[in-house]
């Protein structure tokens, strides 16, 4: 498991502490924008494009990541 963990941090040219930086801002990101599209779900009027807009916005992330 560490192995292929520190495969991974190379092939991310990260270390560990900034790996976990990224991942934690990209799931943090995207809890946010499912409740944000849940209360759409409930209320259309509100937050009409919130959600895809951070959909397209963590994908431009992690583009440039690559």
């Known amino acids: 498991m560490i192995k292929k963990s520190q495969e ?3 092939s991310a040219n990260e270390s560990y502490a900034e ?3 990224v991942a934690f801002k ?3 990101k995207m809890i946010a924008s499912g409740f944000i599209a849940l209360i759409h779900g409930l ?3 509100i937050f009409e494009r919130n959600a ?3 959909i397209k916005e963590l ?3 992690i583009n ?3």
């Open 59 to 61: 994908k431009n992330f």
């Open 43 to 45: 209320i259309p009027a």
């Open 26 to 28: 990209v799931g943090s």
């Open 19 to 21: 790996h976990m930086s």
């Open 8 to 10: 991974h941090l190379n």
């Open 52 to 54: 895809s807009n951070r």
């Open 64 to 66: 440039q990541k690559k």
